[in-house]
Structures are given as structure tokens and as C-alpha cells.
């Protein structure tokens, strides 16, 4: 059964940094295509960063800039640095990881972990 364990929020101030991990449990974190995601109340899940098996990052818009996302596949970890944090940043962060082979997907996410930013 493969999990992704986040660690890594909690409080911060506005400005300050705060890094996220994701351990993949129980498969090779190589495989997948890892991705960070997030959720403040009342609003949908959105794209925050992802990387690909190759190392290639890709972020939104609203990301770009301050917030940088990377793999060790020797630790079967990925990572999000976040920079200049706003409070616009408070919400719940996901770990995603997903692969396809053939016709199957496999698709798995983690706990969340809470992110606020306030004075």
C-alpha cells in the first residue's frame, strides 16, 4: 500500500519561508510524477507546483517566483520551498503523486498538512 506522508507546516509570518516534505511510503517515488497541491476553506483544490519523473517543474502563475518544488529519489521524498509567504498562502497543502502504465492510473494523495500565514 503506498502513502505519502507531508510534514513541514504550520505558523509563519508574513515574508517568511517554510519547507514541506512528502515521503513516499511503500513504493520507488521515481516512478511517479510528484505534485503539491492546496485547499484554503471554501475554495477548490489548486495546482501549486509539479515535477516530473525527469526533474522538470512546472508552477502556475501565482507560484512562480517564490515557491520552488524538488525531488530526491534516494530519500523517495519531494519538497516544497515557499518563500515570501502571504497570507493568501493559509491552506491545507497536498502531496500528489501519480503514474500511468499501459491503461492504468495510479493517483495517490496525503494527509495535507495546514500552511497559515498571519502576524
Known amino acids: 500500500q503506498v502513502q505519502l506522508v507531508e510534514s513541514g507546516g504550520g505558523l509563519v509570518q508574513p515574508g517568511g519561508s517554510l519547507r514541506l516534505s512528502c515521503a513516499v511510503v511503500?513504493?520507488?517515488?521515481?516512478?511517479?510524477?510528484m505534485a503539491w497541491y492546496r485547499q484554503a476553506p471554501g475554495t477548490q483544490r489548486e495546482l501549486v507546483a509539479a515535477i516530473s519523473t525527469y526533474g522538470t517543474a512546472n508552477y502556475p502563475e501565482a507560484a512562480k517566483g517564490r515557491f520552488t518544488i524538488s525531488r530526491d529519489d534516494a530519500k523517495n521524498t519531494a519538497y516544497l520551498q515557499m518563500n515570501s509567504l502571504k497570507p493568501e498562502d493559509t491552506a491545507v497543502y497536498y502531496c500528489n503523486a501519480f503514474a500511468r502504465v499501459l491503461n492504468t492510473e495510479f493517483d495517490y494523495w496525503g494527509q495535507g498538512t495546514q500552511v497559515t500565514v498571519s502576524p
Open positions: 511503500g513504493s520507488d517515488s521515481s516512478a511517479y510524477d
